[in-house]
């Protein structure tokens, strides 16, 4: 009994081990900086000046009032559009990846190229495409419709519109990969099946594989929100100072700006607090929304 208490005693202190590091590099790199965050959003932190006074509430009351940070939110909502668009296109371009449609190996290497090339380098070749004098975009519009095209980079409406489809663009290619992966897993049993009951093609895809795509669909929809909520490097390099009317402008680059531009970190801080907050709600909604469609399986 000694001994194996003595050994449950071992392997407990050696599991413990293990998951040290793992554990210290997620309280210094994530617990600590998340409590500083809070704590700073209660003072009037500035980077250049040393000295933090608590002040209470008053950066989270001015946050609410400030008209720019209503704005910036609901452009940051407008980047969730892409998600449903990568999402569709992704799995029509993984179901002819699938299918062996001739030409795939090369679409699959040209609809992933985006993804691993610089966001910096993409955004100024779109600059350069959609430019409104001398843009390629434009000019075929011009040329071939005789439509004159709008002016893309100055009016708020159609800059965004343009962010969304680079993002739509840029994701395909990542998002085919997850659903060619799952489409793989997918056993060949419950098509044979499926044709033995003269089950037609539109059907499998609407009542096999659907289904059995949804676990990678909810995974895909929760990771693309959180990312198209932190749309960032766009709006940066796209707009001077947001936009026009701060039209373009979304909630990290309104937090950046206040905490780099305007020096004012604390009120920066309080501001990512309460779109961390935001963030954690519409993820928790997703998790309970997705009991009522995820397919858990038998």
Wanted: aromatic share 16%; charged share 10%; glycine share 8%.
């Amino acid at each position: 009994m000694v001994m194996k208490n003595s050994m449950k005693t071992k392997e407990k202190i050696t599991g413990l081990l293990f998951i040290t590091p793992v554990m210290i590099q997620f309280s210094v790199f994530f617990l600590l900086p998340l409590g500083i965050c809070i704590y700073a959003g209660f003072t009037n932190w500035n980077v250049l000046v040393t000295d933090k006074t608590f002040i209470g509430v008053a950066n989270f009351v001015e946050l609410f009032h400030d008209v720019k940070f209503w704005k910036a939110l609901g452009n940051t909502i407008y980047m969730l559009i892409p998600i449903p668009i990568y999402l569709s296109l992704a799995l029509l371009f993984a179901l002819a990846c699938h299918k062996k449609v001739p030409g795939n190996n090369v679409f699959r290497v040209l609809y992933y190229l985006p993804f691993i090339s610089s966001i910096v380098a993409l955004v100024l070749v779109w600059k350069w495409l959609f430019n409104s004098q001398f843009g390629l975009i434009n000019n075929i519009l011009l040329q071939v419709f005789g439509i004159v095209g709008p002016n893309w980079l100055g009016d708020p409406v159609w800059t965004k519109r343009m962010i969304v489809f680079m993002i739509s663009w840029k994701m395909i290619g990542i998002i085919a990969i997850y659903y060619l992966a799952a489409l793989k897993n997918i056993p060949k049993t419950y098509y044979e099946a499926a044709v033995i009951d003269g089950a037609s093609p539109i059907k499998q895809f609407f009542k096999i594989t659907l289904p059995l795509l949804t676990p990678i669909t909810f995974y895909l929809s929760i990771v693309g929100m959180i990312g198209s909520l932190q749309t960032f490097v766009e709006v940066q390099l796209f707009t001077s100072n947001g936009g026009r009317n701060y039209g373009v402008a979304t909630v990290i680059y309104y937090i950046w700006q206040k905490g780099f531009s305007y020096s004012q970190m604390g009120y920066a801080c309080a501001t990512a607090t309460i779109f961390g907050l935001l963030i954690l709600f519409i993820t928790i909604i997703q998790f309970k929304i997705s009991k009522k469609w995820v397919y858990e399986g038998e």
